[in-house]
């Protein structure tokens, strides 16, 4: 099926659609107002997406607020140019494919969303309905075409991927379904979820989403992390205003940087002893000190050093009972 004729299978489906010559009117309004081309081809993308898995279902309007997000989280907040961008898109062009909702176990009349998270969230920001289809899906169904979908658009980041199979496999979703709704093996599963259960929360939320950062980077960040000390350290980088005023991506990087570095070795520094030297009579004995502190040597020299340091032997109990007398003065 061509992709202008998805586009049109799904005005022809939504009774408040706008014609397809006006869309394509908003579409070249866009384009000219600065729209990116991988935007536009990532909206059609999103369309054949759900369409292949949409097909002959009935798109209706649903009142965002009557909308929960998916209790199997894949996305990691953040304030990104292309959420903006999407708005944008939608504000200019409308909706160009549904969500996917299915109806809430409560039966209170509110939905859990699929897939779809930011197409919904873009809707509530503009006060418009959001076009959707509604399936009676199980978890396993939920958390395999949340994942596909998410999957083929290339959409998540490494982390985000990770995250979201460390929560399916803490929510008791079985490791098959969990390769299932990623595409992948298990090998590549296994490192997933040892990054996400090794790199510790606050350092993941601080971090954020890293859209460049792919998945040979963050097992190099959690073997460090893995090191004597070195949670620590990531725990003080992270708190300092430097680290918070850079996007995600510089984080990473910054972070990885700073773990690498060899802890510099905090010496003491030792003061440099206090040495004098002297003679006495002539030269008659020699005199040599070092005060360094903790300790004080005495040494003596030349002819009369030998008979002098004996006297000093012989009188030094009387010579400390008059110095603890002056220091009590």
Known sequence: MARKHLLANIGATVGDRKPQSNSSESR?????????????????????????????ETIVSLDPDLLEV?????????????????VSAI??????SPILVRPHPNGSGRFVIVYGHRRARAARQLGIAVKAVVKPIEDIAHVIAQGQ????????TFIEKALFARKLTSSGIDKETVKSALTIDDTLLSRMLAVAEHVPEQVLDALGAARGVGRDRWEELKKLLQLPGKSAQASNLIRSDEFASVD???RFAVLLDDLKKKAKSKKTAVAKPAERSWSLAGNAVKVATKDTGKGFTLALKAKDASRFGAYLSEHLERFYQEF?????M
């Open 149 to 156: 979908e998410n999957t083929a658009r290339s959409d998540l």
């Open 70 to 86: 998916s209790p199997f989280a894949d996305r990691i907040a953040s304030n990104d140019d292309d959420f903006s961008a999407l």
């Open 324 to 328: 603890q007398k002056t220091e009590q």
């Open 248 to 250: 995600s991506d510089q």
């Open 91 to 96: 504000e200019q062009a409308g909706q160009s």
């Open 28 to 56: 070249a309004e866009y384009a000219r107002r600065g729209a990116t081309r991988s935007m536009m081809q990532s909206l059609d993308e999103m369309a054949e997406n759900s369409m292949r898995v949409l097909e002959g």
